[in-house]
């Protein structure tokens, strides 16, 4: 107690270095505590349902065709559910839009078709009325839903009776049987209802096999691995590929199984290695600000060896002299620890500026009991390791030396020199390394930012239908809405071109599957092609800015009893038709022979970095119309103004079908960019505290080694030394710390660099431009923070610094 | 009658602290030829170092003038006086004034090294000079290995290595024992009998009696000049 009581004191009495080190500490480890918080929420934490560790996907892959993450289809997902003994419970479950009659717009619900089965396989029920029975989900049963907490507040005022009454969705009468609790969510908080999945008759069949729309979660037996389950899904397909030979082939050709894999692992895959690299950033960080605090501590220690040693002679041991200089570091270091919660929560507002929420399970992070005791423990554990370091040194003076002044100061100066030369040595190199990590990302990102996309993204608006099938039960329905809506859309002023799919590149959505052609012939047992399928209609190409490199888009003229046609992109051609004329040949595409009359440009689909290998194929709306109705509007005036009017030409056909999703076709590739772009922005932030921290730490031991100097530098004048000299002497020293840091820094980067390797884009983790540009530039910085104690040295007077001694 | 090597016309130097005037030196007239052993005595506080750091270049007088070697050194650059101290100055200081990092060979080098000299001719004179002082055998030494004594003869080597025209030193028994003391004295007297030009501060009298020449100083001025005899 006294001397925690001795440490504050000794703090105040030294606001400049209190008030230095604190701030240092509180922003170092205030970010950490920051980055941890959505390390932990995304990687670490589990979800909000008991044992969720035991849920894992029971997906098909098919990786010869490129597909690991498949989906399932109705009768893979039943053969599981009642064939592997490893599941204790499973669901299947897939994604759609409802259309919410009430009194005012009409309103898109974001809903789950899923099994009954969910809600017992995530163990949760309902905190209003009740989840789904089985009977629910029987064909003809009447139409259930189960709403969300939010959307029951929402739209319902969290009105209790809406348990049982009937509300409209899509053009359907639906009885509300139950309300979930708030905080649950499956499998995001944006899904507001969940429906029965119905399966009929024909969905159970055989025939269904390879319809892959839906995903299926499964909870496995306590004790028992996913690879246990994996292993009984191969043998139930064993089974299937001897009782049905005709698809046999084609699933040994693309290699097809189904796979389980834990979900959490699963929705984490793509961020995992980037958020564990910024938490080394972010890591490194800390351990710079701590080494800076350290030699602060080192030098402070130096000013009151006088003080230590009359302790020491009054009978102190050096167990105590450590434990007291030991409390003084803890009670800083806690401090800053304290402070560093704010730090952190602002640090995680700050993250969601720049697109925390886009990251699986971003939405969750908070400052909750888990990163108060992460703060505490990292601000513990630095306050012992770095504040041991400065107390073990100061507690090993000589007393009878220290008591002699000037004897005192050449020794503890210089051990506590070189001690902080090394601290500032390590600082660098952390430094270098995250330098130099970061110009590599921010060259891939750089990269990336200039690869084309196929398209024209500036100018467009698009925006969102889905037509429900009990009122658009006939293509011609779904053809005139579309029909009219376009030429709405075509008179408004400005508009240059307007045209509409069912997925939209980079809108997060699309549609793959299996297509045969007479004209691309396939070796025994290989696969059949497989590509991107998209549905678009004749103003589709000028609104998005595709290219047609042969032949034609489509036109007026291919209506939907006129001849069947399809237009393939470069990739297809160049996987197949090398050389050849594409146009006249033919593919078969959900159950008919189409004619290619045209070939457009490669376009990505979901992002600027992905590599162009999946081929694409589009139909006109007119020939394959879709419920899904995507418009895409192109203008010359201001993009932003189109998105209501959108909703205008909608709402003229149909008053009652919701429009959503209305974005700029720029925001999409944005915002597809963020996962590349978020990572860039925070270790470039990093990367700068961590430059500014090391400097500050170059500056600090060349100013001490000036001061602890001075007497040696007047020798040296008076043997002749010019300014020029000494100047010289002390910017020497400062090129060996940051000499010697640099070169282990990129030691240390060239043994991790494969960590980082993954993450580039254009670029390789060795790119020597790149290692050379980011150790430079520090080098250059740390170089001025030399010269200002350089020149200090050069101003001290000969006979003053004589005097000093 | 030879030029001196040094000559102090009517040199003052007054210290401004805390806008109270301190006359360190008034007046000061000396003259020291080539060859001659002077010592500068007087009470502690009396500018006998002020005097040394002027005649060292280390410091500047307020008023007066100073040839060296017949040379007016004041409105000197930094870096002029800076070489005048390397080439025809050796200081010899109270507390050694060794550089703890650098082993006894390369302190006695150091002024060498500012010379811009090949590190042949340095080695020659380096070698030299440590034999002079009977510190040869010390050369890979750092000082803390040193006593006193050894650190003193380590100093005096290296005002001697650059060959200067004048020795000055502030004290140089100042912290040692009288035993060491002596034999620093002794070393300081041989190397006036080979020619050197030594100017010594001192306040003990009985060290005085080893120079030529002994000038008091009281209160920044010269009361004194007495001519030591050697019996």
């Known amino acids: ?805 | 009658m030879s030029q001196p090597l040094l000559k102090l016309d009517n040199v003052t130097k007054v210290f401004l602290t805390d806008e109270v005037e301190t006359h360190a030196l008034a007046g000061i007239h000396l003259e020291i030829t080539k060859g001659e052993y002077v010592a500068i005595a007087g009470p502690s506080g009396c500018g006998k170092s002020t005097l040394l750091s002027i005649l060292g270049l280390l410091d500047t007088p307020t008023g007066g003038t100073y040839l060296l070697n017949e040379r007016l050194v004041q409105g000197l650059t930094p870096a002029e006086r800076a070489r005048i101290r390397n080439r025809e100055i050796g200081f010899i200081f109270q507390s050694f004034n060794l550089i703890g990092d650098l082993s006894v060979y390369e302190n006695v080098e150091l002024p060498l090294t500012y010379r811009g000299m090949p590190a042949s001719d340095r080695k020659a004179r380096v070698e030299e000079a440590l034999e002079k002082v009977g510190m040869g055998h010390r050369a890979k030494h750092v000082p803390s290995q040193l006593s006193g004594g050894q650190q003193q003869r380590v100093a005096v080597a290296r005002a001697l290595a650059g060959h200067p025209a004048v020795l000055l030193a502030d004290e140089p028994t100042g912290n040692l024992d009288s035993k060491n003391g002596d034999a620093v004295m002794e070393l300081l007297q041989s190397l006036h009998r080979t020619g050197s030009t030594i100017l010594m501060v001192t306040h003990d009298t009985r060290f005085a009696r080893h120079a030529d020449r002994t000038v008091h100083l009281f209160d920044g001025r010269v009361v004194e000049e007495r001519v030591e005899s050697k019996e």
């Open chain 1, 1 to 805: 107690m006294q001397d925690i009581r001795y440490a504050f004191r000794q703090l105040a009495k030294t606001p400049g270095f209190t008030l230095v080190a604190v701030l240092t500490l509180a922003l170092c480890i205030g970010a950490n505590s920051a980055v941890f918080s959505v390390l932990h929420t995304i990687l670490l934490k589990p979800y909000p349902w008991p044992d969720s560790d035991r849920l894992v996907y029971a997906d098909n892959a098919y990786p010869q065709l490129g597909l690991q993450d498949a989906g399932v289809s109705i009768p893979d997902y039943l053969d599981r559910r009642q064939g592997v003994t490893s599941f204790e419970d499973s669901a299947m479950y897939s994604g759609t839009t409802l259309n919410l009659a009430g009194s005012g717009e009409p309103q898109m619900v974001n809903a789950l078709e899923a099994t009954p089965s969910l809600f017992t396989t995530l163990r949760s029920q309902a905190a209003l009325g009740r989840t789904f029975g089985e009977d629910d989900a029987k064909p003809g049963a009447p139409a259930t839903v189960v709403l969300s907490n939010a959307l029951w507040k929402k739209t319902y005022g969290a009105d209790p009776s809406i348990v049982g009454s009937t509300i409209r969705l899509s053009d359907r009468p639906v009885t509300v049987v139950g309300v979930m609790p708030e905080g649950f969510y499956f499998p995001d908080p944006t899904t507001q209802a969940w429906v029965p999945f119905t399966f009929t008759p024909q969905q159970v069949s055989d025939a269904e096999r390879g319809r892959e729309y839906s995903r299926m979660i499964a909870r496995l037996k306590p004790g028992v691995g996913a690879a246990a389950a994996t292993r009984e899904m191969d043998l139930i397909q064993a089974r299937n590929a001897l009782r049905l030979p005709n698809r046999a082939q084609f699933w040994k050709a693309a290699g097809f199984h189904g796979q389980a894999v834990g979900y959490l692992e699963n929705n984490v895959a793509g961020v995992r290695r980037m958020l564990w690299l910024v938490q080394a950033a972010v890591a490194a960080a800390l351990l710079i600000g701590c080494a800076n605090v350290a030699g602060l501590l080192l030098a402070r220690a130096v000013g009151r060896e006088k003080e230590l040693a009359i302790r020491t002679a009054l009978g102190a041991s050096r167990f105590r002299m450590v434990r007291l200089l030991l409390t003084e570091s803890l009670v800083l270091f806690l401090t800053g620890g304290l402070l560093g919660l704010a730090v952190a929560s602002w640090g995680i507002d700050g993250l969601r500026l720049i697109g925390l929420s886009n990251l699986p399970r971003g939405f969750e992070v908070s400052l909750d009991p888990a990163i108060f005791g992460f703060t505490l423990a990292c601000a513990l554990v630095t306050g012992l390791v770095f504040g041991t370091l400065p107390a073990l040194s100061s507690s090993r003076n000589n007393p009878s030396a220290s008591l002699k002044e000037a004897g005192a100061r050449g020794s503890a100066g210089r051990r506590t020199q070189r001690l902080r030369g090394a601290l500032v040595v390590a600082e660098i190199a952390l430094a270098v390394m995250l330098a130099a990590t970061t110009s590599l990302l921010i060259k891939s990102f750089i990269t990336m930012q200039k690869v084309d996309p196929g398209f024209v993204p500036g100018g467009v608006m698009t925006a969102q239908t889905v037509l429900p099938d009990g009122k658009y039960d006939t293509p011609a329905k779904v053809v005139a809405f579309h029909d009219a809506v376009i030429a709405s859309l075509a008179q408004m002023p400005g508009v240059t071109a307007a045209g509409a799919t069912d997925f939209l590149p980079f809108s997060s959505e699309f549609d793959s599957g299996t297509y045969t052609s007479p004209d691309i012939p396939l070796a025994p047992g290989a696969p059949e092609p497989h590509g991107l399928q998209r549905t678009v209609d004749a103003g589709y190409m000028k609104a998005l800015g595709l290219t047609v490199l042969q032949g034609r888009w489509f036109n007026d003229s291919d209506t939907a009893t006129a001849h069947k046609v399809v237009v393939v992109d470069r990739v297809l051609v160049d996987k197949y038709w090398k050389g050849q004329n594409p146009v006249g040949k033919q593919i078969r595409y959900n159950k008919a022979l189409r004619e290619v009359v045209g070939v457009v440009g490669t376009v990505k689909n979901a992002s600027l970095d992905e590599a162009s290998t999946k081929e694409s194929l589009y139909y006109p709306v007119t020939q394959l119309p879709q419920s899904n109705l995507m418009f895409v509007v192109r203008t010359s005036g201001k993009t932003e103004l189109l998105g209501s009017a959108i909703s205008s030409a909608v709402h003229a056909v149909d008053p009652t079908q919701p429009v959503f999703n209305s974005q700029a076709l720029a925001n999409r590739l944005d915002e597809a960019a963020q996962s590349r772009r978020t990572p860039v922005v925070l270790l470039s932030v990093f990367g700068g505290i961590a430059m500014v921290l090391a400097m500050l730490g170059v500056y600090g031991v060349l100013s001490f080694s000036v001061a602890q100097r001075t007497t040696e530098f007047g020798v040296r004048m008076a043997l002749g030394a010019t300014a020029r000299d000494i100047a010289a002497l002390v910017l020497k020293s400062g090129l060996v710390l940051i000499g010697s840091g640099v070169v282990l820094g990129l030691m240390g980067y060239v043994a991790l660099n494969r960590l980082v390797e993954s993450l580039l884009f254009g670029t390789t983790s060795l790119d020597p431009a790149m290692l050379a540009a980011a150790p430079l530039l520090l080098a250059i910085v740390a170089i001025a923070a030399c010269l200002l104690p350089a020149l200090g040295a050069t101003r001290i007077a000969p006979i003053a610094a004589l005097r000093g001694e």
